[in-house]
């Protein structure tokens, strides 16, 4: 193989783990807050569950973590006939190199046990 090969197969090889390296702490993140509201949901509540209650327990663990991009507003109480649900929503935007951005979508919902 020659020197171009070698340079173009390094190139792609260097682009993959770049992206691997700036991704990957982003999923670890996602698996932390899904754990996070699944041990929330399951924590008892006195009465009507509020959405600031709520927001004060995931807050604590999300400061441990310095997981930062997650606010308020990703959180939402969805109240059914069935129970009421913790459904944390929200959007992450990593840049890879120069103008090139990487958004990743995350949504977990754990419903509230009673």
Same mark, same amino acid.
Do not use: C
């Given at each position: ?15 993959? !783990? ?19 509201v699944d041990s929330v949901?399951?924590?008892?509540f006195a009465g009507t ?52 951005? !990487? ?12």
């Amino acid at each position: 193989m020659t020197f171009w090969g070698w340079l173009v197969i390094l190139s792609i090889v260097g682009v993959a !783990v770049l992206v691997g390296v700036k991704l990957v702490p982003k999923y670890l993140d996602y698996y932390s807050v899904k754990s996070l509201v699944d041990s929330v949901a399951e924590q008892d509540f006195a009465g009507t569950v509020k959405k600031r209650d709520v927001w004060s327990r995931i807050s604590k663990h999300l400061d441990v973590n310095y997981i930062n991009y997650i606010k308020i507003e990703h959180l939402e109480l969805k109240r059914e006939n069935a129970g009421t649900s913790i459904v944390l929503d929200y959007e992450v935007r990593e840049p890879i190199m120069g103008n090139v951005d !990487v958004m990743l979508s995350f949504q977990h919902a754990a419903k509230i046990k009673k």
